[in-house]
């Protein structure tokens, strides 16, 4: 189990300490569950109330909770605890988490033509094929296959059963989750008499640096062009994103978003659960679709955007929603005929 001072966090974290530095601290919790041993963190002021029943051995706060907090024993005084904490999460998992032992498994299997740095990990009954490259402290884990040709950036982690397609291209310090699968085919056919006729995908999937992927997301290929993934984009599970997408850098996607074929999502966006995204649309930078949203149609100014509109017969639909944008023209109108009529 590790032990560590509260001083040694402070010194390599920051944050004003209050409190014995001494304290050793073995886990990072919730207040509820805290022990004399638990270092937690307030992020809202809300939650206040807790200091005085929490058994935590510090806590870190905001300034404006300084003095409560203090008041009953070791503080960390941070302008953002919840950024605090992040980075003590990354720190404290670089300390106790699970060590990655360079090599290849000999169970493994890769191929004499693909190259595999000295310092990167290859799990058991991972597959790597010809020409692929593993750069140096990457991990491929236990099951995984890395396509031909594929790239895998350094000190870029898949973990167990990850499927990372041939030819597809990911940077440095990213982190791919299980299930995931990277590469797939999109989904393009052409109609034929009443059957369809598969378009085959040439392109790839570029994933920049710092990009984190969740459990179960597909990223198609693309058709002609490749899909793209800008630098530091977090994506959730369960996330469909399709062929020809490009992805601006810092952009994040909750789960369960539907994201259709050779859309372009700009940098700093979030997409909360479920939001469905049409073909062919642009969304601008910063822009911030609320959860089950639909995105119909390109939005080109940044902003906050929610809504979406019950299913019906496409002519019918078609005429309400014209009719649904116009209501508040349309209300401030009646107005004006009310004030007017005697």
Same mark, same amino acid.
């Given at each position: ?18 409190? @014995? ?13 805290? !022990?004399? +041993? ?133 940077? +440095? ?35 920049? @640096? ?20 800008? @630098? ?18 810092? !952009? ?79 209300? +401030? ?10």
């Amino acid at each position: 189990m590790i032990a560590v001072a509260l001083g040694d966090i402070a010194a390599q974290l920051g944050g004003e300490l209050s409190g @014995d530095a001494a304290l050793r601290i073995t886990r990072i919790g919730s207040l509820q569950g805290a !022990t004399p +041993s638990t270092l937690c963190f307030i992020s809202d002021a809300r939650y206040a109330a807790q200091l005085a029943q929490t058994r935590a051995g510090c806590v870190i706060v905001a300034p404006n909770l300084r003095d409560a907090a203090a008041a009953r024993g070791a503080v960390i005084v941070t302008p953002d605890p919840y950024l605090y904490f992040a980075r003590l999460s990354q720190w404290w998992v670089a300390r106790s988490g699970p060590a990655f032992e360079p090599g290849i498994a000999a169970s493994a299997v890769v191929d004499p033509s693909a190259q595999v740095d000295p310092t990167a990990t290859v799990g058991a009954l991972a597959v790597v094929e010809a020409g692929a490259m593993i750069a140096s402290h990457a991990v491929v884990g236990a099951h995984c296959v890395v396509g031909a040709g594929a790239r895998i950036g350094a000190r870029t982690r898949l973990a167990a059963h990850v499927t990372f397609g041939a030819g597809c291209r990911v940077g +440095s310090r990213c982190i791919v989750h299980s299930g995931a699968v990277i590469g797939a085919d999109g989904f393009g056919f052409a109609p034929d008499g009443g059957t369809w006729v598969k378009i085959e995908q040439l392109g790839s999937v570029v994933i920049g @640096d710092d990009v984190e992927i969740g459990a179960n997301t597909c990223v198609d290929r693309g058709a002609l062009d490749d899909t793209v993934i800008g @630098d530091g984009v977090k994506i959730d599970n369960l996330v469909q994103v399709a062929h020809n997408v490009r992805i601006g850098e810092h !952009t994040a996607i909750a789960g369960c978003v539907g994201i259709s074929g050779s859309v372009t999502i700009g940098a700093h966006c979030t997409l909360a659960g479920g939001v469905g995204v049409n073909g062919h649309v642009t969304i601008a930078d910063h822009v911030h679709i609320r959860g089950r949203a639909v995105v119909s149609h390109s939005i080109r100014k940044a902003g906050v955007y929610s809504g979406a509109f019950p299913i019906d017969e496409n002519s019918a639909w078609e005429k309400n929603a014209a009719t649904l944008r116009q209501l508040h023209s349309l209300r +401030s109108r009646l107005r004006a005929l009310e004030k007017k009529t005697p």
